[in-house]
Nanobody, 130 residues
Framework: QVQLVESGGGLVQAGGSLRLSCAASGGSFSSFAMSWFRQAPGKEREFVAAISRNGGKTYYEDSVKGRFTVSRDNAKNTVYLQMSRLKPEDAAVYYC???????????????????????WGQGTQVTVSS
């Protein structure tokens, strides 16, 4: 029974930073590749970032590259998304997702389709004021 719980969202001014966390329980976290998605009102859930099982590979959607950093601490069963230089268009509910089947050795390994992930958190709201 795998559970993922996001935290760290909140209200921040444009240009500011937030650090999101996703804590996993009930499974072998180190065997999961992990991704972050976000969903803004009226929009589809979109891929943001991903990280391989051991943290050695990271991947980003183009609009956040250079501003966001995904990392993980397998000893703490937690994946993070450090968000810097936030923009109003970054405002969304942010979700973490676990992939129990594939590790992410290359960009082509990372599913952008949310239906390809095995476990999801409940989401955490990020609001960016302009």
């Amino acid at each position: 029974q795998v559970q993922l719980v996001e935290s760290g969202g909140g209200l921040v001014q444009a240009g500011g930073s937030l650090r999101l966390s996703c804590a996993a329980s009930g499974g072998s976290f180190s065997s999961f590749a992990m991704s972050w998605f976000r969903q803004a009102p009226g929009k589809e859930r979109e891929f943001v970032a991903a990280i391989s099982r051991n943290g050695g590979k990271t991947y980003y959607e183009d609009s956040v590259k250079g501003r966001f950093t995904v990392s993980r601490d397998n000893a703490k069963n937690t994946v993070y998304l450090q968000m810097s230089r936030l923009k109003p268009e970054d405002a969304a509910v942010y979700y973490c997702a676990a992939d129990a089947l594939w590790d992410y050795s290359s960009d082509n390994d990372v599913p952008r389709d949310p239906t390809k992930y095995d476990y999801w958190g409940q989401g955490t709201q990020v609001t960016v004021s302009s």
